[in-house]
């Protein structure tokens, strides 16, 4: 079965760029989460999209946007990096009125 | 807001035994689900089982299954012949109802398999 692809899977970066994290769902899977879990911590939700709007927001940066696109993947756009921003960062999708996210292998950004 | 708790940091079980990992949480609302993820060295999040609020019946699979108490607001996971693969981070995870709501997760218990 088709599970969620995020890409790219390791990313090194330095402080004060910019990363571009990208998330496809599952097919026909409308509703994407990402979330943020850093070394030793439990996944910390960040945004989510709904048929391509935002749905809700959590405990992200304003140096951080996101948005899902008419093909239903998202992007997670990180500006002005700091070291602080060195996590794994998690994509999930559900289906509509799907309790269940399905998480992908996430995204290992390691800021120097 | 809701929090989930897991009071166990650090489980070890002896292969082929049974362990069960606490979870507790907090909420006002009355339909809701929660969640079991499975977190190996790899990282990936893997989904070990799931619960709805307004069923009784606990839910069981294979060898994973969940004592869920309600009105305690606890969401056990007992994990029987338990295998070196078990070896992980579990997470316990609270979703509202409502559509599109983000998890809440539990700290984590790390479950290591003794051969």
């Known amino acids: 079965a088709a599970g969620v692809i995020q890409s790219p899977r390791h990313l090194i970066k330095e402080k004060r760029e910019t990363a571009t994290l990208k998330c496809y769902p599952i097919p026909r899977h409308d509703t994407v989460y990402w979330y943020q879990q850093g070394p030793g911590q439990d996944p910390q939700f960040l945004i989510s999209?709904?048929?391509?709007?935002?749905?809700d927001k959590g405990s992200i940066p304003d140096r951080f946007s996101a948005q899902q696109f008419s093909d239903y993947h998202s992007e997670l756009n990180m500006s002005s990096l700091e070291l602080g921003d060195s996590a794994l960062y998690f994509c999930?999708?559900?289906?509509?009125?799907?309790?269940?996210?399905?998480f992908g292998p996430g995204t290992r950004l390691l800021v120097l | 807001a809701q929090t989930v708790t897991q009071s166990q940091p650090e489980m070890s079980v002896q292969e082929a035994e049974t362990v069960t990992l606490s979870c507790t949480y907090d909420t006002s609302e009355s339909d809701y689900y929660l969640f079991w993820y499975k977190q190996p060295p790899s990282r990936q999040m893997i989904l070990v089982i799931r619960?709805?609020?307004?069923?009784?019946q606990n839910a069981t699979e294979n060898r994973f299954s969940v004592n869920f108490q309600k009105a305690a607001k606890s969401f056990s996971l007992k994990i029987s012949d338990s295998q070196l693969g078990d070896a992980a981070m579990y997470f316990c995870a609270y979703r509202s109802a409502d559509y599109g709501q983000n998890f809440v997760f539990g700290p984590g218990t790390r479950l290591s398999v003794l051969p």
């Open positions: 619960q709805e609020a307004y069923k009784q």
């Open positions: 999930a999708s559900s289906r509509t009125g799907g309790e269940t996210q399905y």
């Open positions: 999209f709904y048929e391509k709007m935002q749905s």
